[in-house]
């Protein structure tokens, strides 16, 4: 679809009024405030730690409300993601919403079998066919971890 082509009014569902948003904002402030989370990584545990969260203990990190609102606040309020050839494919503005896949099924519906099963590096590609076909999903991720693929090559 060319992006001239897209309306300018997309009717949007809303889930949660203001007050309710903001309700479940207030508690993840304060459960990462408060209780805090585990960072692993050495590298994004030190940025995290330079930018004013605290150790709490070991790899268990305190974010202060303030650096979650100061990030929103720098956040741009628009950005384009391009396609793998360098085309303008989803101008992320003005509420547009754009669908697509989630990401990282470990296990499948075989749809031979119909038994649950691992994922193998066909069923991604047999998603990424689907997905390449349904004229509404504007992107694809990575879909699957699939079983026969060293980790190390994925």
């Not at 994922?119 to 971890?145: I, K, Q, Y």
Request: charge should be negative.
């Amino acid at each position: 679809m060319d992006l001239v082509s897209i309306p300018t009014f997309q009717p949007r569902m809303k889930v949660l009024n203001r007050e309710q948003a903001l309700a479940i904002h207030t508690a993840a402030l304060e459960i990462l405030e408060k209780t805090g989370f585990k960072m692993e990584h050495p590298e994004a545990r030190g940025m995290l730690c330079d930018a004013g969260c605290r150790v709490l203990d070991g790899d268990w990190l305190q974010m202060p409300a303030c650096l979650v609102d100061d990030a929103l606040r720098s956040a741009p309020r628009q950005i384009v993601l391009y396609s793998q050839d360098g085309t303008r494919a989803m101008p992320l503005a003005d509420n547009q919403p754009f669908y697509g896949t989630g990401s990282d099924a470990t296990f499948t519906l075989d749809l031979e079998t119909g038994q649950r099963r691992r994922t193998v590096l066909e069923d991604v590609a047999r998603f990424a066919r689907l997905v390449d076909g349904l004229e509404n999903m504007a992107f694809a991720m990575s879909m699957a971890n699939p079983q026969d693929v060293p980790v190390a090559d994925i």
